[in-house]
DNA sequence: CAGTGGTCTAGACCACCTC
DNA sequence: AGGTGGTCTAGACCACTGG
């Protein structure tokens, strides 16, 4: 059989993954500035637009951001536009409120065939449950049940979650060092059950969007699995197509 | 108040231009090879590099596409792998199998308030109004209806639609020159109508995705207005974050 | 082989930010 | 003024395609 494994990489994509190490590495925080083009290009032997191009594709994969003038920095889930990155719901008169996320429960189980799957973990390794509603302007609209390995996640308990203000994903960042880069979602029309219909305030058969979303992390790791279901009367799942 | 207009354009973005209105021309058409970097440095007076820049910015807007060792070729929608491009519906097991468009009517009407606003016409000129079933093998899974600005469209009948093999959009490329370059669309889950119960083959109520698209063709102006309604009990909406 | 896009370099200058 | 990223150039060489 042919492989497709590529025969030749190009001296940018070596610096890239340089520049990934030390990402995951911790070397430089997210939030805070890189080394500059010219140190980095000293730093490993390359010119200057060398590194530019390695940069300017850790730029458009959301890795890294460029601010002229500044520098270059480590894309971090605090800031607040990254909050939609991942939520693509947005309220049909388009005005923008920051939702909040209220936890309901969290607990430990073992993984079982789909998760251990999705997760790439072995059948009956600890993972953690979560599960937390969206409040858009106090009203429930997204039931979130939440799939994480527990190893990566060790020590998550509902009361430090409560406690934090901000998105799900800036917790993870800050307490456990843990990076969403990209993600896969599925979407499907399903009957809302009687779980759902009392959290999100509609009655049993509404139809609701279900989002299965898969969550990667540096290599392609996945480190979430997670089963939405959002309400879509006064709001809808935006997606643009390039 | 400010303006956001950008204080400065730099020399790559007006080449951009250029290429983008010779394109719009018909000077290159869809399938065909543009002329190479050099001739195009030579004709527009700048360096290859940038050129280069110009056009890799056309190659990540899926308008252009870059072949190694032969050239760049414009984007054309009868490419098979443009097919999937626009439609994100996917079998859940993974099998890919071309899906069948059948038309069903075709018939002209005026552009009321809402249809006018979404293509950015005058209340009241013409439209054409489409239906259509996608059938994955021969079962159908998607009926759309689709609204089309009458000027752009002008002639266009439910017996030549027939008679065409390929995509929607093929057909808009070579009859009309109309090339679909990106899309927005809104999505919720719905149940269905009888209309759409009776089309799709399940029972009134059944919760479908309501897929709510505008495309836009060069110089981001809206071409085409359609709602989908998928059956997802076997299929899936796929979508990438990045 | 010649022609195409792809990579890499070195250097100059511009736009933007901060002190 | 001095630093950052952003643009533009010119030239060399590499990888891939097709005659």
């Not at 920095?73 to 991942?86: C, E, L, Y």
Request: glycine content about 8%; aromatic content about 10%.
């Amino acid at each position: 059989m042919a492989s497709n494994a590529p025969s030749f990489s190009p001296l940018y994509r070596q610096i890239k993954s340089l520049i990934v190490q030390a990402l995951e590495s911790g070397e430089w925080r997210p939030g805070e500035a890189i080394p500059s083009e010219q140190e980095l290009a000293a730093r490993f032997g390359v010119s200057q637009g060398t590194v530019r191009k390695a940069v300017d594709e850790l730029a458009a994969e959301n890795v890294l951001e460029r601010k002229q003038g500044k520098g270059t920095f480590v894309v971090s889930h605090h800031d607040p536009r990254q909050f939609f990155r991942f939520l693509r719901l947005v309220p049909d008169d388009g005005s923008l409120t920051q939702p909040q996320s209220v936890p309901l429960d969290c607990w430990r189980a073992k993984a079982g065939q789909e998760a251990a799957r999705v997760l790439q973990i072995p059948v009956g390794d600890p993972i953690i449950i979560l599960r937390r509603v969206l409040k858009f302007s106090g009203k429930p609209v997204v039931l979130d049940e939440i799939y994480l390995p527990g190893e990566v996640f060790e020590g998550l308990t509902l009361d430090t979650l409560k406690e934090w203000k901000g998105s799900l994903y800036s917790f993870f960042e800050t307490r456990f060092g843990v990076r969403m880069l990209r993600a896969e979602e599925r979407i499907r029309a399903v009957a809302a059950d009687r779980m759902a219909a009392e959290t999100l305030g509609v009655k049993e058969g509404t139809p609701l969007l279900s989002v299965e979303r898969v969550t990667y992390t540096y290599n392609d790791r996945p480190v979430e699995w997670r089963r939405g279901r959002y309400l879509t009367t006064q709001y809808h799942y935006h997606n643009e197509l390039t």
